[in-house]
Antibody
Framework: QVTLRESGPALVKPTQTLTLTCTFS??????????VSWIRQPPGKALEWLAR???????YYSTSLKTRLTISKDTSKNQVVLTMTNMDPVDTATYYC????????????????WGQGTMVTVSS | QSVLTQPPSVSGAPGQRVTISCTGS?????????VHWYQQLPGTAPKLLIY???NRPSGVPDRFSGSKSGTSASLAITGLQAEDEADYYC?????????????FGGGTKLTVL
């Protein structure tokens, strides 16, 4: 059974750096073809893809946010970490990690298993 | 402003059929990239509902179906049930001179009357 769980601070101040951890089970990021993405959803708004990391350590970032994002993995711990710098109130959202299918062809990529999400509020 | 356009809301009575559209452009759906659909029940995480334009993951009822044509895609739900009341999102890949991203529609709220 594949599960993912996000963890991190519920509240961050403007200009601070956010660090989120995705801990997963039921698959390994050392297995060929495995990928994990981060996606966020502001309250009452749509989903937004943020970043993706692959089993071979290839990384992809949202065009609009790439200067602020860093994604990394710790295969031994089954964890993926996302950092976002210079947080702003508009970054208030629920942040999800999701197992990502479609390695090797960006046109077929889908997010097949999602974590429950973690709500992050940016406020002073 | 989402790259993929969905109607904000649709509604239908129990037992009826409803469709949700997802309109893109030549840099995403029209380029031949797959469209996927997600169902988000109130207060929960999204769940993959349709992948690869028209395929259902194991466990998804065959009341749900997807199709794609040109620069648009559609999700159809037949035999509407109260438990189908949720937000629905389409997703695809967008690649243009300004960059490449995996993109979502703005979401459609389905109300079962």
């Amino acid at each position: 059974q594949v599960t993912l769980r996000e963890s991190g601070p519920a509240l961050v101040k403007p200009t601070q750096t956010l660090t989120l951890t995705c801990t997963f089970s039921g698959f390994s990021l050392s297995t060929s073809g495995m990928c994990v993405s981060w996606i966020r959803q502001p309250p009452g708004k749509a989903l937004e893809w943020l970043a993706r990391i692959d089993w071979d350590d290839d990384k992809y970032y949202s065009t609009s946010l790439k200067t602020r994002l860093t994604i990394s993995k710790d295969t031994s711990k089954n964890q993926v970490v996302l950092t976002m710098t210079n947080m702003d109130p508009v970054d208030t959202a629920t942040y999800y990690c999701a197992r990502t299918s479609g390695y090797g062809d960006p046109g077929i990529v889908a997010f097949d298993i999602w974590g429950q999400g973690t709500m992050v509020t940016v406020s002073s | 402003q989402s790259v993929l356009t969905q109607p904000p809301s649709v509604s239908g009575a129990p037992g009826q059929r409803v469709t949700i559209s997802c309109t893109g452009s030549s840099s995403n759906i029209g380029a031949g990239y797959d469209v996927h659909w997600y169902q988000q029940l109130p207060g929960t995480a999204p769940k993959l509902l349709i992948y690869g334009n028209s395929n259902r993951p194991s466990g998804v009822p065959d009341r749900f179906s997807g199709s794609k044509s040109g620069t648009s895609a559609s999700l159809a739900i037949t035999g509407l049930q109260a438990e189908d009341e949720a937000d629905y999102y389409c997703q695809s890949y967008d690649s243009s001179l300004s960059g490449s991203d995996w993109v979502f529609g703005g979401g459609t709220k389905l109300t079962v009357l």
